[in-house]
């Protein structure tokens, strides 16, 4: 990394910060005597298989950034706006929304910044591979994972039942808003990305309207400036 190339603050806040959250997350664990058995196998395989990619597509990876971040984040500023929250829980949950915050403007950033300087095929190619990623991961961070059904006492069919409502599949949408902001924003939402967001439930029609008011937002306060 050359000297004052801003990918070098990201890498070593990323690398503190994140530290510092498994600490804290382990520490709350602790006390709460909760038996969190932490990210199913087949999931931290894959996300460990896109770590790797990300050396040779690092667009790739920082839009595996916003989607890992974007539903926690929609989440937790949602549980922060409630009043009956233990003091140690809130505390835990502005600090990572802070330190989150940051991590995500820096992947919107680059995005800006170098998914326009890609080749077509490979800006196709990534918005192909974005919504395979964002079903996964939003889906295994917002719904109870198939292996806690017998736990709770959850039914096979309740759980699909719950994993296919409406209501459900809007609020996935919802947390995976800037993900698809960001791929509308950058000519990434083709015909065949878009048919794979609709066939996982993750299109959010209201999203295209919203991403092109905000184009248009900022259209206009460029042209206001100018």
Known sequence: IPNGAPE???????IVEEAQHCMMFQ?????????????????LRATTFVT???????????????????????EQKKVLKGEHIPPLLRRILQVHANEESRHIGFAMAYLNRM??????????????????IAAVIANAILLVEVRDTRKFGIGWRSWLKHASHPEVRSHVARCLQSVRVQCVHLGL?????????????????NLVQLSKRSEDQLESKLSEAS
């Open 27 to 43: 520490e709350f664990i602790n006390r709460t005597k909760w038996d969190v058995k932490g990210i199913p196998t087949p999931i």
């Open 189 to 205: 939402m083709h015909c065949s990305a878009r048919f794979f967001w609709k066939l996982f439930g993750i299109f959010g029609e």
């Open 8 to 14: 070098f603050r990201y890498a070593h806040h990323e």
């Open 52 to 74: 790797i990619l990300g050396a040779f597509f690092p667009s790739l990876f920082m839009f595996f950034v916003l989607i890992g971040e974007g539903p926690i984040d929609t």
């Open 115 to 132: 998914v326009p300087k890609l080749p077509a095929w490979r800006r196709w190619l990534l918005g192909l591979m974005i919504p395979f």
